[in-house]
């Protein structure tokens, strides 16, 4: 009896333990930051926030497909939450609408988006119309191109001519099937037929649930899975993997052996993926899409209950109220900032080496113009998932189109027992 | 005597304190928390009763991934038990005089100490659909052959066969060296003594090895039962949550982890399906006990 009463004085004298560290978080001069990548860091941002105000920063990276596992126990528990936390443009929505960051358009921060791009101010808003979020950066996206391929093939590599062939989808798998006549079938117009899912699902629109929880499956999906079925069907992509070796293997190959003509990346396609790919340094070329669109991007927010609410402030007034500092950094790093005015400030001044000299700054901001995100939704991610799971269903490229929607349908059910889906 | 053995209890306490925080308290919380609407996406939680239970019970995907669950399980444990009963044979049997036993012994375990996660990404490059080795080896690499390659993650029953065949291979070894130890545990005089009767090697095997090692078979089958049941590192690692093609990767903690973290972060329902996962896993292993021990021999059973 003894010895149970000890084991229950020791469990009580543990709970206790872990209790007493349960105090409310010290306001400090460490900022905490949760971040997806490391880029604050090696682009500088931290280093410049160190210098400009002696504060320290602490940043902890959590891969993006791990984000929300991570921030929504600590949000959850409200220990050892960061002062600063992210959401990405597949669930940036939710993020904003959990309630648990600051309404960043009241004193004492007064967010100034005037200036800034709609569609990146949209994204930071939660469903009552509230600021909750902002960017330093808008992601529009493009086409990059193979240069040698286009000389070879089209007879031009100027961007202008060769964006005619990207006017719209059935130019492009025109194109395609003229890549793969003149080369005997060895240039394929994509890596994937898969890539060219951003593009329709930025275009949706309306967003996938509304607020009664009904699902609602837009015509652009159906649009996709026609498209990218033509192109496996006629066998115009290299049948890769998003993102896998060979994937990767296809940006950096010499111009003379280079096999795909096309990839579908935004902006920071340029400077986080193709930046350091040396064999085909100065061989891309960058033209629209069929559709503009735009893909990814990361929205700060502010934790509510953070004792260091007026430092994480001044980390985000930096990056997205400052315009001479966003002016600065945007020229060191070619980042796409979200604010119009140091855009268009900078933007005849800017090229790429990666793309032979050509001004994506501009060519970027011309698509910007048109984003818009009002058919955004909190489980993006999730269901763009099912879309991209089912079409990889049929690898011969022969949907049954029907049969096709009815199984995104009904994987949305089984995922989200309490939606409508009809 | 007593100052003697409230040191002992002193010593063992440890692991009683740790098996209450971490086994212990995670599995009533568990339970609690399957009769909730708990959510990672709301912060407001309230009690609901059994309807998890329900919804979970009546889920046409829930079944399926205890489908594909025991689709992967079945062949694996089929295939596991003949080759390790094969090589456990071979390997104590003293007529054959085998030799370079140990070296081969450490070879068939060896996939066993690597970690899922490397062999599942080996599995990701080697059946890769357009530039993996198997399609090579298989095909040949020249432009009329690419067009023949196999996309082998494109049907639910392959993929379900791949994961099955690399567990197989994973734990082949282990059941070996469990069955060896059993077979050597046998006296050499039962040998003698058949050899004498004029038993032949398949009959030794067959009537008196197998009923010999039946505890060590029996500890085998239910820990693959338990462990098959709960299978997730692999067919996550392939597929994160949309179980890939057909769903065909979806087993059910795979399903679990899924309700509760990704889809509509619903822990409550999740919690759920740990506890009917609970109960399957139980029902079933005791109902292999009944069926290997039957009531007229259970005193020699288990020792």
């Known amino acids: 009896m003894k010895t149970i009463t000890t084991l229950f004085f020791c469990i009580g004298l543990l709970y206790f333990a ?110 009552h119309g509230v600021l909750r979020a902002l960017t330093w950066q808008c992601t529009p996206g493009g086409i990059f191109y193979r240069r040698s391929l286009a000389k070879k093939y089209l007879g031009t590599d100027s961007p202008e001519k060769v964006q005619q062939y990207f006017t719209s989808w059935d130019k492009m798998i025109e194109l395609g099937k003229i890549l793969k006549e003149k080369s005997h079938g060895q240039v394929k117009l994509l890596p994937g037929e898969g890539d060219l899912g951003v593009i329709f699902f930025a275009n949706k629109a309306k967003p996938y649930v509304n607020s009664s929880n009904d699902f609602y499956l837009d015509p652009m999906i159906s649009k996709f899975l026609t498209v990218a079925s033509e192109v496996r069907k006629d066998g115009l992509d290299a049948k890769l993997s998003a993102w896998s070796a060979p994937w990767m293997e296809g940006l950096n190959t010499k111009p003379g052996e280079a096999k795909i003509f096309c990839y579908v990346l935004p902006t920071w396609g340029l400077f986080f993926v193709m930046n350091g790919q ?7 070329g960058l033209v629209s899409a069929p559709m503009s669109y735009y893909w ?9 209950k953070s004792p260091n609410k007026e430092l994480a402030w001044k980390f985000i007034q930096m990056l997205t109220q400052n315009t001479k500092y966003m002016t600065a950094y945007a020229k060191r790093i070619g980042d796409f900032m979200s604010n119009k005015v140091v855009v268009d400030s900078i933007k005849s001044t800017m090229s ?3 793309l032979d000299g050509q001004n994506h700054y501009a060519f970027f901001a011309q698509i910007a113009d048109k984003l818009n995100a009002s058919a955004v939704s909190p489980y993006d991610t999730t269901i763009d998932g099912i879309v991209g799971a089912v079409l990889g269903q049929y690898p011969s490229g022969d949907i049954n189109l029907q049969k096709a929607i009815g199984q995104i349908k009904n994987r949305v059910k089984e995922e989200f027992p309490q939606w409508t889906v009809n | 005597m007593r100052g003697l053995n409230r040191w ?53 995907l829930f079944w399926k991934s205890f489908g594909n669950t025991l689709a992967i399980w079945i062949p694996n444990i089929i295939l596991q038990m003949a080759i390790a009963l094969l090589l456990a044979a071979w390997f104590t049997n003293s007529e054959l005089k085998l030799k370079g036993k140990g070296v081969f012994r450490a070879i068939f375990f060896f996939p066993n100490i690597i970690t ?35 996309n082998w993650f494109d049907r639910g029953w392959r ?105 509509d972060q619903n822990l409550g329902a999740g919690s759920a399906v740990a506890w009917i996962m609970f109960g399957i896993i139980a029902v079933a292993s005791f109902a292999y006990l009944k069926v290997a021990y039957g009531k007229e021999d259970r005193q020699d059973g288990i020792n």
């Open chain 1, 18 to 127: 872990s209790c007493s560290q349960n105090v409310a978080q010290q306001k400090s001069n460490v900022l905490t930051i949760m971040a997806m990548s490391d880029e604050f860091k090696t682009n500088g941002v931290i280093q410049d926030f160190e210098k400009m105000t002696g504060a320290k920063v602490d940043l902890q990276i959590v891969p993006n497909e791990q984000y929300m596992n991570k921030l929504l126990p600590l949000l959850k528990t409200g220990k050892d939450v960061p002062d600063i936390f992210e959401g990405e443009a597949g669930y940036v929505k939710q993020v904003v609408n959990l309630g648990m960051s600051v309404n960043l358009s009241k004193p004492p921060y007064n967010a100034d988006t005037s200036e800034m791009y709609p569609y990146a101010v949209q994204m930071g808003t939660d469903d």
């Open chain 1, 278 to 284: 040396k064999n085909s340094l100065g061989d891309w």
């Open chain 1, 296 to 304: 990814g991007g990361t929205w700060l927010n502010i934790y509510k």
């Open chain 1, 352 to 354: 790429s080496p990666l």
């Open chain 2, 8 to 60: 002992a209890y002193l010593f063992i306490l440890p692991f009683f304190v740790i098996f209450a925080i971490f086994t212990a308290y995670p599995i009533i919380s568990t339970l609690i928390t399957s009769f909730t609407n708990e959510s990672m996406a709301t912060m407001s939680t309230k009690f609901v009763g059994l309807s998890n239970y329900y919804s979970e019970i009546t889920s046409g």
């Open chain 2, 116 to 150: 899922v996660t490397t062999i599942a990404i080996l599995v990701y490059v080697l059946f890769d659909w357009q530039h993996g080795v198997i399609n090579q080896l298989l095909f040949g690499s020249g432009t009329a052959e690419t067009a023949k390659y196999i």
């Open chain 2, 159 to 263: 993929i379900q066969l791949i994961i099955g065949i690399i567990q197989t291979w994973m734990w082949f070894g282990y059941t070996m060296i469990m069955l060896m130890a059993g077979i050597q545990a046998m006296p050499v005089s039962m040998y003698e003594a058949a050899t004498i009767d004029g038993a032949s090697g398949a009959r030794i095997f067959f009537s008196i090895v197998l009923p010999y090692i039946r505890p060590i078979l029996v500890y085998i089958i239910i820990t693959s039962i338990i462990g098959g049941l709960q299978m997730f590192d692999m067919p996550w690692v392939l597929f994160q949550n949309q179980g890939g093609a057909d769903q065909g990767a979806m087993t059910m903690s795979v399903y679990m982890y899924s309700r509760s973290f990704t889809w």
